[in-house]
């Protein structure tokens, strides 16, 4: 599925599992992407790497209201006007042996850093999107990377991953409605258990068997499964879907 050749992407978090493979997806059906990452090096080698040409790759704290304004600036001067953001960027804080903090048992700074991250990050993106926005822009995307845990309570995911993921999705939500009139969508993701460095911090491969077990699919997703997600909401056939989550997790979340 084409999403419209020539289009600017804007991805934080690109160079994680499921960012990286939502920039080189993007890049496949033609857009041109800012890899953006904390890591900037490793952001330019990704970009480099994408197929296509004119990608590019950024660094930035995306936590950092500064750093995110400059980063964003820094995309559009080298690429021109970001059709699509995508908000890729996000941690899970866990004990040395892959458990997760209890409520009774998290610390303020576990909470306050998850959130800077995952929600407050995500809506410095956002914001400096919706600040750009000013006239009606054709084909113009935004898509949030939330999480099934915000919707189930969590799997092996701590209460402040959850509370940060549930923020995105109301983010998403509202962001929705103040673009419409531009005709702009805004969606979120929600993956589940995905075979990414993040799910690796609790689950040991040797366990794959028994949580795919719990899935009706059969099998761990991948970071390539997220990616098809975000390319069919980019594209022109989602045009009019807009404040929605797709969930993203071979049926372990059935409503």
């Not at 990704?46 to 820094?74: R, Y």
């Not at 892959?98 to 303020?108: D, I, P, Q, W, Y």
């Not at 022109?236 to 372990?252: M, S």
Request: negative net charge.
């Amino acid at each position: 599925m084409q999403t419209g050749k020539g289009r600017r992407a804007l991805v934080t978090g690109g160079c994680g599992g499921i960012g990286a493979a939502i920039c080189r997806r993007l890049a496949a059906d033609g857009l041109v992407v800012a890899v953006l990452d904390r890591d900037g090096a490793a952001a330019q080698a990704l970009a480099a790497m994408l197929p296509g040409s004119g990608h590019i790759g950024l660094g930035a704290d995306v936590s950092d209201e500064a750093a995110a304004e400059a980063a964003f600036a820094a995309a559009e001067a080298a690429l021109g006007p970001i059709d699509v953001l995508v908000t890729a960027a996000g941690i899970l804080v866990l004990r040395p042996d892959g458990n997760r903090n209890a409520v009774a048992e998290t610390s303020l700074e576990e909470w306050h850093g998850t959130q800077a991250v995952n929600a407050t990050g995500t809506f410095l993106f956002c914001r400096a999107y919706a600040r750009r926005v000013t006239e009606p822009r054709e084909g113009a995307r935004v898509v949030t990377v939330s999480s099934v845990a915000a919707q189930l309570g969590g799997y092996r995911s701590s209460s402040a991953y959850i509370a940060s993921k549930s923020a995105v999705i109301g983010l998403t939500k509202g962001l929705a409605r103040e673009l419409a009139p531009f005709g702009v969508t805004a969606n979120s993701v929600a993956p589940g258990l995905i075979d990414a460095p993040m799910l690796r911090l609790s689950l040991d491969p040797a366990d794959d068997a028994r949580a795919a077990a719990n899935i009706p699919l059969g099998r761990l997703g991948t970071p390539e499964d997220v990616a098809g997600a975000v390319a069919f909401l980019v594209s022109a056939d989602a045009a009019y879907v807009t404040g929605c989550t797709i969930d993203v997790n071979g049926g372990y979340r059935m409503q």
